[in-house]
């Protein structure tokens, strides 16, 4: 554009130097000078929109190499953070899987060990005749007593042998948050041999009245040695009866019989002196219960520790959430630069285009004419030369 107007002025200051030169009769000359000096001219102008051309151009491709770098960078690293979180969560379902295997598998040894002290429960009764010597008896109730807790109870929360401050000691307690439980192996083997093996049905009476006034001695025997709130015991004890006939001709036999007019005449006895009288198997659902009580409590604490690590969990997906929007962000704004620049690029295009198209009408070859004026000494200058006025 600018090119056209320098023409058209320099077309007009031509035309009005020819009209003084024609006025004063020596143009000729003049006249091929101008001419001379306009190709020239146009030359130089035509060499000059050439090299703005060119350095537009370089301009234009270093602009496009540097978006281009730009946003492959941009792209390179939001592919690392992707790959990068990506192998962070695999990492955390493979932890989570592999401690689901582990509780899986504690729940079969749970099983398992379960079946084992069902199994021990049902051999217990083929003891009997092993057990005469007092002494034996003894060993053997203590015993089976610290299996059925070592197969139910961690180790940390039972103890065998334990001793009192004023000297007392008792078979096994079994440990909680809030103080101990007695536990104490009786069980009067003596007597119930006796009733089991007397065949009148009268004095069979007499020895099952004499087996309960035996056990009953043995509850206030529990009751008043275990059962001390100074010592930090809870306010019951258990009575462990390794033998499941004996347990269930003492306690359940007597529920059924109600010989002295009343049902669970030697149970409710027992629990009046807070004493609990339990077999191999009702102690086993005793444990289990405990067991679940400190399990629960671990839940607990595991609980809390979940959700203080849940709240970490929480803050580091937040920043995460935070990276990839701000990635986001800047993934739009170089897209809107990247846009931007190429529409710069077109248009700036299109200008140099419509610089370097020819539109200089008037001038042809190495003649020059004024509009419509003769030039003198020149052929066919009779002749108007065609073009627009200016």
Known sequence: ????????????VVVILLLLQFRKGSAGQELTEIRTRLAEMTAKMAQ???????????????????????????????????????????????????????????????????????????????????????????????????????????????????????????????????????VDSKFPLESFQRMIAEKDENLRKQERRELLAAVKKQIDSISQKYINPEEKTFDFALMYIPAENVYYEIIVSDALSGESGETHELFNYALKKRVVPVSPNTFYSYLMTIFLGLRGMRIEQQARDIMENLGLVKKDFGQMRSDFEMVGTHLRNATAKFNDGVRRADKLQDKLESIVEPSTPGIAGSGIAAPGIAAPGIAGANKPVEGKRP
Request: hydrophobic share 35%; glycine share 6%.
């Open 48 to 182: 000059q929109e050439a090299t703005l051309l060119l350095k537009q151009e370089q301009l234009i491709g270093s602009t496009r190499q540097e978006l281009n770098e730009n946003l492959r960078g941009l792209i390179q690293g939001v592919n690392n953070s992707l790959n990068q979180s990506q192998k962070n969560m695999t990492d955390q379902l493979h932890n989570a899987n592999t401690v689901i295997g582990q509780v899986h598998q504690k729940l079969g040894s749970l099983e398992k060990t379960a079946q084992n002290i069902e199994d021990v429960s049902k051999d217990i009764s083929s003891l009997q005749d092993l057990l005469r010597a007092p002494k034996l008896r003894g060993n053997m109730g203590e015993y089976f007593l610290e299996d059925i807790l070592r197969q139910v109870l961690p180790q940390e929360t039972w103890q065998m042998k334990y001793s009192f401050r004023n000297g007392t000691q008792v078979d096994a307690v079994i440990r909680l948050r809030e103080g101990v439980i007695p």
């Open 1 to 12: 554009m600018l090119s056209n107007i320098l023409i058209g002025c320099l077309l007009a």
